[in-house]
């Protein structure tokens, strides 16, 4: 057994599949002065027990991009490491028993095309084709992924760490890591053998994840649910039929009643996600036992009755099987169901990869992500939906996270709806006119814990989580969204937006250090200005405003769920010994958006200010005697103002100027509002239009680089860009959608070939037009240019809008 060396670069605390995938990664990128430590032996946490599923179907991108990498990375490792195992690559087949599925999978089917996956979608008739064995009532159609399969999950782990073994990395079992401290700058990891200094550690403790997080003073947003699947005796028919086929049965799953069933050898493996689950260790009454290593929880059969029937139904043949064994045992759920890879949020050269739901499928990819991490300081991918730092200190609370765990695992298989807001552990964060804006009718919608309004119903109308179950343009809400924005338009809206992210950086020096920053040119006094922070690939990390109080003083405003990601960013680049502070102040302040050609005539009615002052300037005010910051802008592209304020000063502002608003028909609108609003101008939204994935010039945002600095983050690169060319180009789309309008990452297509993709889209009440937002190939991206939009698996006319926006081109509404 390896000794424990009394140096590392990295140490890895876990060795299930997901840590020692990261290991391997480290070895790969020739980072091989690393060690794992495993408390126990490999595999013993949550991998040995796993089904070993492998899907690459996935509604996202990233998360996508991630489990293909590991299916391309399996079929390849045993021969690589030589270390054979069983990978078997059967397909599956997905079950759809309602049109939105099949929408769901046509959109998905497109996106694995994109990343150079073939992916069917069947009519029931053509299901049996892959699997004979099936009855097809009340299906609508299937999806076939021939990528899929399974893996055994002890073999994967092992063939990894052979692989970073032979490249000169250590792994150290039966180690538990104790604790940990800092000292001179470096990490100092305590065990049961002794003590391993080290640069990085890296949390991949899986289930154990939140008691390592602790060592670190890091609370870790998870919680445990426990997992069953059934294993049945040999099936003859089965056997005979593989004996005859040559092959295994592609892996079922029938998703909308929320199971798969795999052939494991000549019998079958039933795996359900109940939605009577149960969460473990989630209180104080019941806490994790010291060791649960090679442990199971009990067999609890009743919760898996309903399921089993179904399955039986569905496959007959199931029902000549007894049952041999029942697996049910310890998986980690983060409130969104994603794990979480990357920096870990407030402690230096610290990572996590941890919480993984389905850490065998996304062990691969996880591992090339986390050694990215650690190695480059970035991804190739954009990883915002495994960032750590996507949930901010609420997220942690225990009852949210187990509320957020049993609702996600019950719906682990749910099509996520653009209207839909999931109801479990809500009203963490509210305004304090909540209850106010919840009498006008607000339906609310969680951004980053805090509650704002996504529309405001009507008398009658229909507010059930039913109506919205569609990615159909319709329902109550349309004609609701449609008001708010003509409200906007016409007279003025106004939308109170408690969270958004707000930093104070003051200091000698601060303006000189944010100019080697941001792209762009720092505001003066008074002013403020859209921001863009780049990296050093050029590549668009964030989006600010910029508002500048002082020569060095500034408030820097960002959208509620950047708060932490964009706090570390500008703390990680302060240089030392700097007289420049940096504060999150963000619970401080709120703000509310008055905008609309009226907005001028209603705050002049309620406050002293100059409301003369030009577009993009702001100033000190009072409204029923609360000081403000007036901030002459609008996101929805029309006259107006935005009115931050001190949160206790909230409900007063907002009386006041709701009272002087209603003569001028005043109306309150929503975030689904402000989308739309947004889209008519182009105006870009975070981790969508603008992310990783593109650089600054390839968003169209060169208007904000200022090349004549002397320098800036991303510079070389951005020049080095402008002088090839960019390969892509952002551009707005006008879509011909009846019913339906794009969303994020539909392909765009020309005489027959993928051309692009789309970053967002949404339907424009001014200019009653679909638009989407998205990059295209450059020498497409000019203004006329006709291409298609797959969206849902139909294709639509689309054309190129000339530069800038489609509504107020000009910006004299804006400027008004
Ligand atoms: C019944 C069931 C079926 C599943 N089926 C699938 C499937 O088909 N496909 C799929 O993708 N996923 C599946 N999963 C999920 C999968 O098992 C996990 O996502 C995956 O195993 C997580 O791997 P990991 O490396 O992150 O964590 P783990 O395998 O839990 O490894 C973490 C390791 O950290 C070690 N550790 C903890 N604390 C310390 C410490 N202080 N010091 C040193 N070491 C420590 C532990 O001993 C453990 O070995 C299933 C889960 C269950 C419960």
């Given at each position: 057994m390896a000794e424990l060396p009394s140096t590392a670069r990295v140490v890895i605390i876990g060795g299930g599949a997901v840590g020692v995938s990261s290991l391997y990664h480290l070895s790969r990128a020739g980072w091989t002065d690393c060690v794992l430590l495993e408390r126990n032996e490999l595999t013993s946490g949550s991998t040995w027990h796993a089904a070993g599923n492998v899907p690459t179907?996935?509604?996202?991108w990233s998360v996508m991009n991630m489990q293909r990498y590991s299916a391309e990375l399996y079929r390849g490792l045993g021969a690589a490491v030589d270390y054979p195992m069983n990978y078997h690559v059967t397909g599956s087949v997905r079950l759809a028993h309602t049109s939105e599925r099949m929408q769901e999978f046509e959109r998905v089917r497109g996106m694995g095309r994109y990343q150079g996956m073939a992916i069917d979608v069947l009519p029931p008739d053509d299901i049996r084709r892959h699997y004979p064995f099936i009855e097809l009532h009340d299906l609508k159609g299937a999806l076939y992924d021939p990528n899929d399969g399974d893996i055994d999950p002890a073999q994967l782990t092992q063939a990894l760490a052979k692989g970073a073994r032979d490249m000169g990395a250590a792994i150290v079992r039966f180690c538990p890591v104790t604790g940990v401290r800092r000292e001179g700058g470096e990490w100092v990891v305590e065990t049961a053998k002794g003590e391993i200094r080290c640069e990085y550690v890296v949390n991949a403790a899986g289930y154990r994840a939140a008691e390592v997080g602790r060592m670190f003073g890091r609370t870790v947003p998870m919680m445990v649910m426990s997992h069953q699947y059934i294993l049945f005796d040999e099936i003859p028919e089965l056997a005979a039929w593989t004996t005859e086929s040559g092959h295994k049965l592609p892996l079922l799953r029938d998703v909308d009643v929320s199971y798969y069933l795999r052939q494991e050898k000549n019998g079958m493996n039933l795996g359900p996600y109940e939605r009577n689950c149960r969460a473990h260790w989630a209180s104080p009454d019941d806490p994790m036992p010291e060791d649960f290593s090679f442990q199971l929880f009990p067999d609890d059969l009743e919760r898996l009755e309903h399921y089993l029937e179904d399955a039986v139904r569905r496959v007959p043949l199931l029902g000549t099987a007894g049952l041999s064994k029942v697996i049910n045992g310890p998986i980690p759920y983060a409130p969104d169901g994603n794990p979480l890879i990357g920096p870990m949020p407030g402690v230096p050269n610290a990572f996590e990869a941890c919480v993984f739901t389905f850490g065998i499928a996304q062990a691969g990819g996880a591992g090339k992500v986390l050694a990215e991490w650690v190695t480059?300081?970035?991804?190739?991918?954009?990883m915002w939906s495994c960032d750590p730092r996507r949930f901010t200190a609420f997220a942690a609370e225990p009852d949210y996270c187990v509320a957020k765990g049993l609702e996600v695992y019950g719906h682990e298989y749910a099509i996520h709806f653009p209207r839909h807001s999931w109801p479990?552990?809500?009203?963490?964060k509210l305004s304090p006119i909540h209850d106010r804006i919840a009498a006008m009718g607000g339906q609310f919608g969680a951004y980053n814990g805090w509650e704002r309004a996504n529309w405001f119903a009507g008398p009658g109308d229909d507010v059930s989580e039913d109506s919205t179950q569609t990615f159909r343009r319709d329902g109550a809400w349309l004609k609701r969204i449609r008001e708010e924005c003509h409200a906007v338009r016409d007279a003025a809206g106004i939308l109170d937006l408690p969270g958004f992210s707000r930093f104070r950086v003051e200091g000698n020096g601060a303006r000189q250090w944010l100019s080697t920053l941001i792209t762009g040119a720092v505001p003066r006094p008074g002013r403020i200005g859209l921001a863009y922070f780049a990296d050093d690939k050029g590549r668009i990390v964030t989006e600010m405003s910029v508002m500048a109080l002082g020569e060095d003083f500034f408030f820097l405003i960002t959208a509620a769920v950047a708060e932490w990601h964009d706090f570390e960013w500008l703390t990680k680049h302060l240089p030392e010994d700097t007289e420049i502070a940096i504060k999150?102040?963000?619970?401080a302040f709120s703000c509310q958006i008055l905008t609309g050609p009226k907005s001028r005539e209603i705050l002049a009615a309620v406050s002293d200010a100059d409301?003369?002052?030009?577009?993009?300037s702001h100033q000190s005010c009072q409204i029923a005697g609360k000081w403000l910051q007036l901030v002459r802008v609008s996101f929805a592209g029309e006259l107006g103002w935005e009115l931050h304020s001190h949160v206790g000063d909230t409900a007063d502002i907002f009386a006041a100027v709701w009272s002087a608003g209603e003569p001028h028909g005043l109306k309150p609108f929503g975030m689904f509002a402000l989308d739309s609003l947004r889209l008519e101008k182009g105006y870009r939204a975070w981790k969508g239009d603008l992310s990783t994935d593109y650089t600054v010039l390839q968003g169209g945002l060169e208007r904000f680089v200022k090349w004549d600095k002397p320098a800036f983050k991303g510079k070389a690169a951005l020049e080095n860009e402008r002088q090839q060319g960019s390969a892509k180009r952002f551009v707005t789309l006008v879509v011909d959608s009846p019913d339906y309008d794009a969303p994020y990452m539909s392909t765009l297509w020309k005489d027959g070939a993928v051309v692009g993709e789309t970053t967002s889209g949404g339907f424009g009440h001014r200019i009653d037009r679909s638009i989407a937002l998205g990059m295209l190939r450059s020498e497409l991206a000019v203004p006329g240019t006709g291409v298609e939009v797959e969206i849902f698996g139909e294709r639509y006319p689309a054309v190129v809008q000339p530069?800038?926006?489609?509504?107020?081109p000009s910006n004299e509404r804006l400027r008004g």
């Open positions: 179907f996935s509604a996202s480059e300081g970035a991804t190739e991918w954009d479990a552990g809500r009203n963490r999150n102040v963000t619970d409301l003369t002052l030009p577009w993009l530069d800038g926006p489609i509504w107020d």
